[in-house]
C-alpha cells in the first residue's frame, strides 16, 4: 500500500477553515468546491494510503457538506470571520507535505 507522507498534514482534521481544507477561495464557486472536494478525496482517501487519513477525509468531507449546500455555506461564513477579497495565493502549509505523497 502506498504512503502518505501527510504528518504536517493532520492539521487539517483539526482546521476550522473549511476553505483552507479543501484549499479553495472563499469566492470558489459549487464547481471549484466539487472539483477541489475530489481532487483532495483521491488524494487523502483512508483506502489510498499507508498512513490513517480517515480523520483528513472526515474533515474534508464536513467542509465540502457545508461549503456546497448554499444555506449551510452562507451561515458558515456569516459566522466566520475572514475577508473573502483578498486574493492572496490559494496554496497552504497545511497540504505542503502531501506534494510528496505516494497515491495508486
Not at 30 to 41: D, F, G, P, S
Not at 52 to 59: G, H, K, L, N, V
Request: hydrophobic residues 25%; charged residues 35%; proline residues 3%.
Amino acid at each position: 500500500m502506498p504512503h502518505c507522507s501527510c504528518s504536517s498534514a493532520f492539521k487539517i482534521a483539526d482546521e476550522k477553515d473549511y476553505y483552507k481544507i479543501l484549499n479553495i477561495n472563499p469566492n470558489a464557486t459549487q464547481q471549484e468546491i466539487r472539483e477541489a472536494y475530489k481532487r483532495r478525496a483521491r488524494e487523502f482517501h483512508p483506502d489510498k494510503n499507508t498512513t490513517d487519513t480517515t480523520r483528513i477525509f472526515q474533515a474534508m468531507k464536513l467542509a465540502y457538506d457545508v461549503l456546497y449546500d448554499e444555506k449551510q455555506r452562507m451561515e458558515y461564513d456569516a459566522d466566520t470571520d475572514y475577508d473573502k477579497d483578498t486574493d492572496e495565493d490559494d496554496s497552504d502549509e497545511i497540504f505542503f507535505t502531501t506534494q510528496n505523497s505516494t497515491m495508486r
